[in-house]
């Protein structure tokens, strides 16, 4: 065979190769957090010499990134406790994969403006208060709610999302605000509002991490899912020993005050994350229930082996033995 035509065929070959080995790997995030502040980081550019590429798309909540984690537009996203139920509820096919513990009561709040007169959340009985359909702020006023002896159908609950809740509050067309960090100290720092109510003596709202079953059939998405979650264990680390670095990260990367992460990164550590299990099921499916027995869900999913995917423990990336970005 001519020389020619065997280097033709070898550089065929080797182009087929890593053709098929190369991975675009999409990532929903949002302001704050973790992979917020992966992304920040940029170690995911070592990543190219493993042939995976990571993309990012940043989304205002939960329900709206898991829509499109459905849907294929995405591959992995985390969210608060309720856009994952309410996710599965419509059908979605999702798994959970990871888990990060919430540590602080202070990360999710009802506002109201300043000089209103409603003092305590029983006073909120018939008001309007704005809040994102399907969030973790939904789930965290229905127990502020319980708490003080009220339910959701007494009170008149206005879907909005992060955007528009802001002028709406400011404008006075809600009454409270329910709502998450950053936003919550955005607007604590911009407006005066107050706080009403926060978690203290409620459940704490963990972080929850998604992928599309697609992707843990497929083989080289499935290496990109096992990379990601051993980066974001390895940044969580990272985190827990560079307070001011992470502030700063984040403010540059996100275009938010260092004055607002200053608050709301301390709100966060220490940061972490881990496999999803079994057990991880029981809050999950709680919440479920209770937003079927309101009518808020037609019916709870039922949350078992099926709705969770098994990884092998995060490493972080020096067992990839990977380097790159800020470390």
């Known amino acids: 065979m001519p020389r020619p035509l065997v280097s033709t065929l070898l550089t065929a070959s080797l182009l087929t190769l890593t053709s098929a080995s190369a991975v ?3 990532i ?52 608060g ?14 798994k959970y994969v990871a888990v990060t513990q919430s540590h602080s009561d202070k990360g999710e709040a009802i506002l109201v403006p300043p000089g209103s007169s409603i003092k305590t959340v029983a006073d909120l009985k ?37 955007p528009d809740a802001r002028p709406a509050f400011e404008g006075g067309n809600i009454d409270a605000w329910a709502i998450w960090d950053p936003y919550l100290t955005v607007a604590l720092q911009g407006t005066q509002a107050r706080v ?3 978690h203290t003596g409620l459940p704490l709202s963990n972080g929850y991490y998604l992928t599309n079953s697609r992707v843990l059939k497929d083989p080289e998405k499935k290496r990109a899912l096992q990379y990601l ?22 403010s540059a990367d996100l275009g938010i005050p260092k004055s ?44 078992g082996t099926n709705t969770y995917a098994s990884l092998p423990k995060f490493q972080g990336l020096d067992a990839l033995k990977v380097s790159g970005g800020n470390k």
Do not use: M
């Open 81 to 94: 406790d309720a856009p994952g139920v309410f996710a599965l509820a419509g059908g979605a096919d999702l």
């Open 196 to 198: 009403l109510r926060d």
């Open 28 to 79: 929903g995030y949002q302001k704050g957090g973790l992979p917020a502040l992966l992304k920040a980081r940029g170690i995911l550019d070592a990543a190219k010499a493993q042939g995976i590429t990571f993309t990012w798309s940043l989304f205002t909540a939960g329900p709206p990134l898991l829509e499109a984690t459905s849907a294929g537009a995405v591959d992995f996203g985390g969210v």
């Open 229 to 250: 979650l051993n980066a974001l264990y390895d940044t969580a680390g990272w985190a827990n020993h560079n307070e001011a670095a992470v502030v700063d990260q984040l």
């Open 126 to 162: 018939g008001k309007r208060i704005g809040v994102a359909r399907g969030s973790s702020a939904h789930y965290f006023l229905y127990n502020a709610l319980k708490a003080a002896g009220l339910k959701l159908s007494d009170v008149q609950v206005v879907p909005l999302l992060p």
């Open 260 to 303: 607002v992460l200053s608050v709301t990164v301390k709100k966060s550590l220490p940061f972490n994350i881990r496999s999803f299990t079994a057990l991880d099921n029981r809050p999950l499916q709680q919440l479920g229930n209770a937003f079927a027995d309101i009518g808020v869900l037609p019916s709870a999913p039922k949350l």
């Open 24 to 26: 675009n790997f999409n």
